[in-house]
């Protein structure tokens, strides 16, 4: 069941990953956190040279969501990865950190990357922490509004493009052919080196493995970090199961549901809204490998998601609530007792456009400011 290529391909390619023999390793929870690279050191590809830029990414909650899982019943649990409480809002930076710091160590003075919003601000922001300039290619007109002041206010040169994220990435690709910029998109495998301690996380606190690992899909970069991260962890014995890694993508951009590029992406969840994932390989070898599937859900059951999450205290951007819509439409297929993580990728407040247009709940605005008005207006 394991993916064997991707885990040792990855191995050989890092000089330093321990494997099994390697392990009595704690990592430091909650108190001292010192960001993703120092918590798993020995599982990442850092050596005692690199220099570790952080932001204390990482060691995000785990948090159960009744009301959903009740929307399914038959003892299944379900918990949400909430990915979006790290430090630039995304978990983006748990790549970032990893790709920044190994730049650093080879004396890039610059990175770019094309982004639909979340990898601008955390290459931005590490870049800056590491002394780097970085630039960021976006779609023009479709990148949340808290995304850009992110990476401009972390000092990145911005440079919008008349085109779609796909066109973004292959003018940076060749860019970094051509300039003297290190690629941080997550073709940079050091991204996913970074990315996988999600799983770690997921692990260590569940004490295994669950049995559905629901992710919203764009590039493919997260999922295949994903499973490489319970790979490893279950190659050395941390849990005894994989689970089933569960893609979802939205309906109007969903290539790898459909089987190939899409070649006008079009969806309200901008995060997800690429066209031809640049992981697409590396996303088929996870669907085989882990008995997973990819399934396409719509902007209208990505917003009901993303409601019952509001109802739950819990704020993402839409492209997060992909995983709980696609979770929810498959709910048939999920068996009994099962125990079942989200994804959630960022943080609600990155779009807080999004969330006006699409809440149920209203203000009530032109009060007068008089104790009698008030209290009638709530009712009393
Ligand atoms: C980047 C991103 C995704 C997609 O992740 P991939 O690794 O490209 O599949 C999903 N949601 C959010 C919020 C993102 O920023």
């Known amino acids: 069941m394991i993916n064997q290529e991707l885990t040792t391909e990855k191995q050989n390619a890092k000089s330093n ?11 430091r929870y909650v108190a001292n956190w010192p960001g993703l690279i120092e918590a798993y050191r020995p599982y990442l590809p850092v050596t005692e040279t690199t220099p570790v830029i952080t932001l204390q990414e990482g060691n995000t909650p785990l948090i159960p969501v009744p009301s959903i899982a009740a929307e399914i019943g038959r003892g299944v649990q379900v918990y949400v990865k909430y990915d979006g ?51 960021v290619l976006i779609p023009d007109g479709y990148v949340a509004l808290g995304k850009l002041a992110q990476a401009l206010v972390y000092g990145a040169e911005v440079l919008a493009i ?12 060749a860019l970094a052919k051509n300039y003297p910029v290190t690629l ?12 996988k301690t999600a799983a770690f996380e997921v692990v260590d606190k569940l004490g295994n493995a669950p049995d559905w690992l629901c992710i919203p899909v764009g590039n493919a970069g997260n999922i295949t970090a ?15 199961r994989l689970p089933r890694m569960m893609g979802f993508q939205a309906a109007g951009s969903a290539p790898l549901v459909v089987g190939h590029p899409v070649a006008h992406p079009d969806t309200l969840a901008t995060a997800i809204r690429i066209g031809n994932p640049a992981n697409w390989e590396k996303a088929i070898s996870v669907e085989q490998a882990s008995q997973g599937s990819f399934n396409a859900v719509t902007d209208e059951e990505i917003l009901h998601a993303y409601r019952l999450l509001g109802r739950e205290g819990v704020f993402c ?15 048939e297929q999920v068996k ?23 809440t149920d709940n209203h203000f009530k605005s032109g009060i007068e400011p008089n104790l009698e008005v008030v209290a009638h207006t709530m009712g009393f």
């Open 85 to 135: 409480l790290n430090p630039t809002g995304s978990f983006k930076d748990r790549g970032m950190t990893m790709a920044i710091s190994k730049a650093k160590e080879e004396g890039a003075e610059a990175v770019i990357c094309a982004s639909t919003g979340n990898t601008s601000a955390a290459a931005a922001a590490y870049a800056l922490r590491a002394g780097m300039k970085a630039f």
């Open 336 to 358: 009994d007792n099962a125990t079942i993580v989200c994804v959630l990728t960022g943080n609600g407040l990155k779009d807080p456009d999004s969330a006006m247009a699409n």
């Open 226 to 240: 994903y499973w490489m991260g319970f790979c490893q962890y279950h190659q050395i014995g941390k849990c005894d």
């Open 162 to 173: 008349k085109g779609n994220f796909d066109q973004a990435l292959d003018i940076v690709r």
């Open 17 to 27: 990953i321990l494997t099994s023999e390697s392990i009595p390793h704690t990592p």
């Open 317 to 331: 951007e839409p492209a997060s609530a992909a995983s709980v819509a696609g979770l929810l439409k498959l709910k």
């Open 184 to 195: 941080v998109n997550s073709v940079n495998p050091y991204r996913l080196e970074g990315q």
